[in-house]
């Protein structure tokens, strides 16, 4: 059974359903049909009422990242990440590959503090060479985080703060938003999200679709031809109904709330299992998203039946990711939570 | 009924079945899983015997043509296409956003001809001055065109011969590649295909699938790390056995061909109704795009029952195109017919 | 002695005796210093008195172009030239290396019309699939053009409404501005130029200096930041002075007005002894550029003690540019010219 | 009296002498002339001797930097870099703007170990997911760094047998590399520079130039083709001439060395003299950069009649910059070493 990720099963049923009940209709193309508008309805009843968003599905994470951070600098212009960041450490370069520098801080459990973006903005403010090093102008987070991690909405307001004190856009990857949104230690709503962020995007790949991502822009800016930049950038779908298809199933009624939150419930269970048996976390992961510190024998034990993602060592443990998922199901956890007892 | 296009409706039943059945399995990440191997193997028996090929399953033409073209090429060079190429007036410049110019040709019924392919290698070749201009290094071809015309086996074999002769990488864009197989017109075989081409793709998106091309690669140059271009491109689905699906639904027992060709027979019905009628056709298309030329009553006419694309005007006629696709059904090219002959 | 261009000689001996009066001076770096400030308070004293300008002093003809270019344009949007136009085929791609397709247009004469202009930019206007095309969004020209010849002022008025009805950046190539200005066939000054371009630039390395061009911003759009795209894009000399101080001497005074007209007027010269000759020539050139059509016995002849520059055949003429500078000395002229009279 | 930088006077007074002598020749343009020829075949001389090298003369250092580095590397590759590298944090992202990522490490003093670059080079090589993450291909030192230290024979040698074990090219920045060479703690030659980077570059601007820096290429994958990287990329100097004549000049007789070893005794001079006084020195720098930490009494002091560079703060002292060059006079260190007599 796989806890190795949060994307190695297919949608939710009601998407598949939703796909065979369409098959036969004709559709106009590009995500200009009905099915992208009623999607993008749905999503912006949970968001923030005083900004007007414009909303775009595209096919994954990396596509949203450097399409969205591409269409936001200028040449000389850099973003802000953590150096644990997804855009920073495991897209290939694909940032750079459009022409920016990634100015990567120290991470914290996987998140950056206002303090240190402060730092960095009021370096280049200060600076009497300005012409001779990037301007800061995006901060990226991830929410959750790479290591699972979430910010409080008290620092993403101190985030905030810095961003517009020092004219940089906020850019919120929610790859796995809803298992954020799902935690019981968060006190962050979409509404807040989309109140703080200039543009931010709503994960469907990990989070109950069987691929899209749901890019959100509030800032004016930011929203000139950014299907321009999609297309350029190979993220416009023919058929982009399907990715419209999927969204509104999952937000038409609040789904995706739902099967997330259950996927983080069943964390805790794995969580709490791994306490119980008195074997140390790399951190009390709130999410979807849980890495257990291993000897070589538990590992060893726990492979037989289950998978896992070696994430590397600390001192002689190894770093063991178990990821739920909206497809997980109570009798994988049970099973998994009885081979942990084992060890 | 829509026949503006070849992607307004889903996929073929057997893929949304095929997923059906799938959607609970738990899979590798990333397109490294068994399905895809299947697929690339499937495709793998109807290409010529004499190369071995890296095959991969990328989301969309646009994706695939950028991704593949920034591969193969330096900064300083170029890549060689019809003026009605699809990457040289339909992708928002996605191509020089990757940094390489694009050498625009005079087409004649949407081809190049070797001969004017080889009058700009030999510019270059006889330069001079060669750092001040772009080096063209790859030439770039639709099959069929982005007009519906194909090329003849002797022109492929003679845009090769240029292309060897000069150095050059022949990269030929299937995005509709059944309709031209299935084409009675036709003469060049798959095997044709990959024989001469370097790099070509297979589509998907256009014929049958949801979504998804299969970019093939024969030569050896062009293989190495080619899985890095596409996930920093923004191309690599982290659920990538559902292209792998896909393909192996299309290409394990030939259903890819069957669909195409039939297609192609009802867009010939179509052609013979306008032909029969005397209304004249912009070009005799050999594949599943036809393009009529409608006075504007005609035109309003037809526009009340179905869906066609506005190609522009040739003097007082507009330029009508009419598409036929895998999923067209026999009783709407009836209606279509119907309608045609009351003009 | 040398007629294949007009940069085959050093600079003007005034700027190297200012060269040597400034060696010992100690300056501050990239073009902060005294002299590059008095330079461009020279060259404004030439310019329309209705707008402000940032003046920057760059390296070199394709370093301006691309930095002004890429500055300029967003990822989407595309520059018009002339397909003559130097950006389109003499400066190895460097515009499509900075990410941004160039629209070519069929030249006449080296010139574009406002007429193809609008044509290409209405297009864009009233495109339904805007988001699958690139956005023109700057037009280029050069004055005078690279066939030596020159837009009226009324030609350039009608360019510049065009821009101004599609919200389109004027940017001027003045590489050889010297020499147009210098024509007995010109009706246009630098304060219509720098009335009607966004942006343009002023030559140095054609026009009287070692190297250098002066770029001039008069739109308050294209301003901010400009040093660090020239940083950015390798144009900042450390010895920035080394540029302030040959402008400095160039248009404190007018120098530059001097030379460059009595290099048109020797360019008038050999133009006709040409046609005193009975010699055809390509176009009756109003500038510095002469290009005559010779017979092979013709051009050996001239070759045994003239250096020129083939530019290629029309028939079975072969087409010689002859170039006259800032440093053609009237005994050269007369050497050659007497050798035409052989012919 | 200027101490801020190695860049604010002119050139060697021999240049000037050539110049003016040159200045009424005639020569073929872009670098294809003899004085290009004869200044390579003059450094060619202090090469060794097994392996041939390919010459190029470009105008500046941030140029040369990104012009090879983006000759070297295709789209997904990385280059090593000291996070204070000159490409890392000087040059506006520049290399970022060619595509490709910096991985920045941390520096000792200015300068990068062998056993970090391994680091870094094993983890993408034991990667099982490189698809996912950029590939080290380059590392990019500074002989002298931007501190002023300076690389051993052993830890150059150290580092390049990393790099050949893991396939990354050795390019080496000699911006100032007359003043590493001149330097008495120096144990590395020319020869051992040309015989173990794949490419690097002699430092003209900072070292005795007006302008311009020799590019020198021993490794044969990287020459093919490397005069359309400078001409796309803005580094192609119609005048080419100027930079060959001032190599030339300072490699002839080996001027260049004599005059950067005469610039770091004097720096020696400046060393001293604090040392003597009991002023605390960032680091005992080999080279002509010196790095003092004043009080803010002292640096008042100090300014009145010196101009020096403010690097910043260590705790409460200003860390202040040094600089002396090939025209650095007596009397200036004189006069500077009277005033910090008086601190």
Redesign the interface.
């Known amino acids: 059974?796989?806890f190795n990720?949060d994307?190695?099963?297919?949608?939710h049923?009601a998407i598949?359903k939703a796909?065979?009940d369409?098959?036969?209709?004709?559709?106009?193309?590009?995500g200009t049909d009905d099915l992208c508008a009623m999607a993008a309805d749905s999503i912006r009843k949970y968001l923030d009422g005083s900004k007007e968003y414009d909303i775009h599905f595209l096919?994954?994470?990396?596509?949203a990242n450097?399409?969205v951070i591409?269409?936001a600098l200028?040449?000389?212009q850099?973003v802000i990440s953590a150096d644990t960041g997804h855009i920073s450490?495991?897209?290939?370069?694909?940032v750079?590959?459009?022409?920016?520098?990634?100015i990567a801080l120290n991470n914290r459990d996987g998140k950056i503090s206002a303090e240190d973006i402060e730092k960095t903005a009021k370096d280049y403010a200060d600076s009497r060479?300005?012409?001779?090093?990037?301007?800061p102008r995006m901060v990226y987070i991830s929410f959750p985080t790479e290591l699972g991690s979430l910010y409080s909405l008290k620092e993403l307001e101190d985030i905030k703060s810095v961003c517009t004190k020092y004219s940089m856009y906020l850019f919120i990857d929610g790859a796995r938003m809803g298992y954020g949104l799902g935690s019981s230690d968060n006190d962050v709503s979409l509404k807040d999200i989309s109140r703080l962020a200039d543009v931010f995007y709503i994960g469907g790949?990990?989070c109950g679709a069987?691929?899209g991502e749901a890019v959100v822009i509030g800032n004016d800016e930011l929203k000139p031809?950014f299907?321009?930049?999609?297309?350029?950038?190979?993220?416009?779908?023919?058929?982009g109904w399907?990715l419209g298809l999927q969204f509104q199933v999952l937000f038409e009624d609040g789904l995706y709330f739902q099967i997330t939150k259950k996927a983080v419930d069943e964390a805790y269970r794995i969580r709490n299992a791994f306490m119980e048996k008195g074997i140390p976390l790399k951190t009390i992961s709130p999410t979807n998203q849980q890495f257990a510190l291993l000897t070589k024998e538990q590992a060893e034990h726990l492979e037989k039946e289950h998978?896992f993602e070696f994430e590397g060592m600390e001192g002689d443990m190894i770093v063991a990711r178990f990821c739920t998922s909206f497809?997980t199901v109570k009798e994988e956890t049970d099973a998994l939570i009885r081979t942990i007892n084992e060890l």
């Open positions: 059974m796989r990720n994307y190695n099963k297919g949608a049923p598949i796909l065979a369409h098959n036969d209709t004709s559709f106009p193309g590009y096919e994954g994470g990396t596509q450097y399409t591409a269409s200028r040449p000389y850099a450490c495991h897209e290939t370069g694909a750079e590959n459009t022409g920016h520098k990634i060479i300005k012409e001779h090093i990037v301007m790949t990990k069987l691929f031809d299907r321009s930049y999609i297309k350029q950038n190979g993220g416009m779908l023919a058929k399907l998978v497809a």
